[in-house]
């Protein structure tokens, strides 16, 4: 049987699933996403996902067509198609669709509301060990990054010229300070402190982002909220790139030069662990769900 989505209240296959021509999504980019992994079948970190979907729909004048408990019930729906395997949640709500295209905000007009489960996409154990290459690129996006908006445009283009030049990800640069990834958050360490920019409209409140700050937090290791200024980035001890997909990935080249000694460091290996076992435990509690 060919696999279902989650469709406006519906779970249909997905060659059936269509959307309006006239949906605001397609239309103006008029809507906001999420990524969620589920590992064991359990989606991670779910409840933190969620108030960070409220969050952008407030931002972009929208109240929340679905609570917790509804979102939990079809996420179980559409991983139980997989069973126990690892996967990821993509969801996506938009304005909807109305009859005329408008500018403004139309008050009679009800949200698509879409999801659907794929495999994980797994890290590339050699790019885990040799570390990513990036480079850094101005930020050309707009002023509401803390938004998870389906408007990707600005981080399509970055991403794909890092590509061009040989990287995997582009650190975004706004007014001389490297705020964050085109899907990723970014940390640094520096005389052994770890460093991430903190919250605001630059960048995205990533949920793997603050767990690697709590994570620190447990372990004792140090760690600050701080701005990360292109200097600093280029005399960095370690750069890492954090999402819900890529984990924390250590960045081992940035324009071209090897970062420190060109090698995965230290404190980034003592944050992938802490992380895995973070994932272990979730997989060993799995006959509940997360919370
Ligand atoms: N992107 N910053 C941006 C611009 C992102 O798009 C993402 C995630 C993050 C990291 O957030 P989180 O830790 O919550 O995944 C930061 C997702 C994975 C995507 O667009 O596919």
Sequence with gaps: MSELIYLNGEFIPQENACVSVMDRGFLFGDGVYEVIPAYAGQPFRLREHLRRLDASLEGIRMSPPLDEDQ???ILQRLLAQRGDADQQIYLQITRGAYGKRLHTIPEDINPTVMAFATELARRDPELVKQGMSVIT?????????????ITLLANILSQQQARDEGAQEAILVRDGQANEGTASNLFIVKDNLIITPPKSRHLLPGITRDLVLELARDAGLPYAEASISVEELEAAEEIWITSSTKE?????????HPVDNGHPGP???????LYAACKARLRLRSSSPED
């Design 137 to 149: 690129l101005d930020d050309i996006r707009w002023d509401r990054c803390n938004i998870k908006a």
């Design 267 to 273: 404190m980034w290996e003592k944050m992938d662990a």
């Design 248 to 256: 924390v990935m250590p960045v081992t080249r940035l324009n071209g």
């Design 71 to 73: 979102w939990r019930d």
